[in-house]
């Protein structure tokens, strides 16, 4: 079992900046990939960004350019540095682990983005 813990939503003029925190624990060694995805009102889940365990990094259209995924193995944690944000970047933001030989998929919590002035 993975738990994700993620923190750093708020409320953000636009052109503002964020940045989230997801903090992982439990079977982190299984551990393949870890990223982000959002859900705005009405709108389905979509893929934000991902890093796989060995850096790979893989970004939506949307955000290339001004969202930057990072990872911190040492503190288990994933970074999402958000520049440049635009009122259609406010959704619920989740953390997402994709681990085991299965591929069994986790999901934090939810954290909120709001993009607005």
């Known amino acids: 079992q993975v738990r994700l813990v993620e923190s750093g939503g708020g409320l953000v003029q636009p052109g503002g900046s964020l940045r989230l925190s997801c903090a992982a624990s439990?079977?982190?060694?299984?551990?393949?990939?870890m990223g982000w995805f959002r859900q705005a009102p009405g709108k389905q889940r979509e893929l934000v960004a991902i890093v796989t365990s060995d850096g790979r990094t893989n970004y939506a259209d949307s955000v290339k350019g001004r969202f930057t995924i990072s990872r911190d193995n040492a503190k288990n944690t994933v970074y999402l540095q958000m520049n440049n944000l635009k009122p259609e970047d406010t959704a619920i933001y989740y953390c997402?682990?994709?681990?085991?030989?299965?591929?069994?998929?986790?999901w934090g919590q939810g954290t909120q983005v709001t993009v607005s002035s």
């Open positions: 997402y682990a994709l681990a085991g030989v299965r591929g069994d998929v986790y």
């Open positions: 439990g079977s982190i060694f299984s551990i393949n990939a």
